[in-house]
């Protein structure tokens, strides 16, 4: 079953209007002298499985600035842990009251399958929950973020000393599920659970798309379910993609080349960046392997 765990952490991407032969997780925007180039990515891999797509190494070699959803470089770990205490609590009420007892009864079940208390939990909003479990899921099944897209293009970067900047700050990407009504969080907490059990073969399944710029192969494992919870996908694409095009916007009246790296479902399919680059009037390719030499990034 494919739903908001992996959509909303794998992030892998909707089918739009293109091309069913032009396959590739990297695309070409191109602006009067420059070009952007939108990168979809996976934010965890496992170790020994990690290598990116050949697409991305012409894409970095090309690039003057890489732009990631938040700029990891100037982020860590303490950041997004204060931001969710002061923002992921429950006010006067605890997780037990706020999901109800059916959905507590099997979020707890999953928490103890993880080895965590469920009285961990009871202090959080049910959003922060559900990351929580999705996050100690991953690490179960051998997912590691610093083996993620994002992470090794950061390093590169770093050794390389290319400019890297963030799209959206972390209050403003987990501020959008933080404004889910009551009802909605608890309904993505509940779906969460049930994607769980099906978590490593579905991951396994939508890397395999992943890499072989599959759109049709991920519009059909992930479309359904975000049709479903239409709440969902417009808290965490349609909301942010339009907040982010001003910004990619004034990279292609730029000179310099950029490689924007964002969750694959942010580019392709209704409101996609894709699609609205094209509305603004650009050019938009594929990057495809055939097109290119020797991979430049490698690990």
């Known amino acids: ?29 191109h602006g009067a002298h420059n070009t952007v180039y939108l990168a979809e990515s996976v934010h965890l ?26 700029d990891l470089s100037r982020t860590d770990a303490g950041q997004i842990q204060a931001w969710m205490l002061d923002h992921g609590m429950l006010r006067g009420t605890t997780l037990q009251q706020a999901v109800g007892e059916r959905v507590y009864a099997r979020t707890s079940t999953e928490a103890q399958r993880l080895g965590v208390p469920i009285e961990r939990l009871q202090p959080f909003e049910p959003w922060a929950v559900a990351l929580m479990l999705a996050d100690l899921e991953y690490v179960k ?38 404004q889910l009504t009551p009802a909605q969080q608890s309904r993505f ?77 942010h580019l392709v399919g209704r409101g996609g960046l894709l699609e609205l680059a094209r509305h603004a009037g650009f050019t938009v390719t594929p990057v495809l392997s055939t097109q290119l030499g020797k991979p430049l990034l490698s690990r």
Do not use: C
């Open 189 to 265: 907490l509940d779906l969460t659970v049930d994607d769980m059990q099906a978590a490593e073969r579905d991951t396994d399944e939508l890397l395999s798309a992943w890499r072989a710029g599959n759109t049709r192969k991920l519009a059909s494992l992930l479309a359904s379910e975000y049709a479903s919870f239409p709440e969902l996908y417009r808290a965490l694409i349609t909301e942010r993609n339009l907040r982010w095009l001003p910004q990619i916007e004034g990279f292609l009246h730029d000179t310099r080349d950029y490689l924007v790296v964002v969750g694959a479902l």
């Open 45 to 70: 891999l496992k170790a020994g499985h990690a290598d990116l797509p050949t697409p991305f190494d012409a894409a970095y070699a090309r690039a003057r600035i890489i732009v990631m959803e938040i």
């Open 1 to 29: 079953m494919a739903g908001p765990l992996r959509g909303a952490l794998a992030a892998l991407g909707l089918l739009g209007g293109l091309s069913a032969h032009a396959q590739s997780p990297v695309w070409a925007v």
């Open 141 to 178: 099944l051998g997912y590691d973020p610093e083996q993620g897209v994002e992470r090794q293009i950061e390093h590169r970067a770093e050794r390389d000393m290319k400019e890297i900047r963030g799209l959206e700050t972390v209050g403003e990407e987990l501020g959008q599920l933080a």
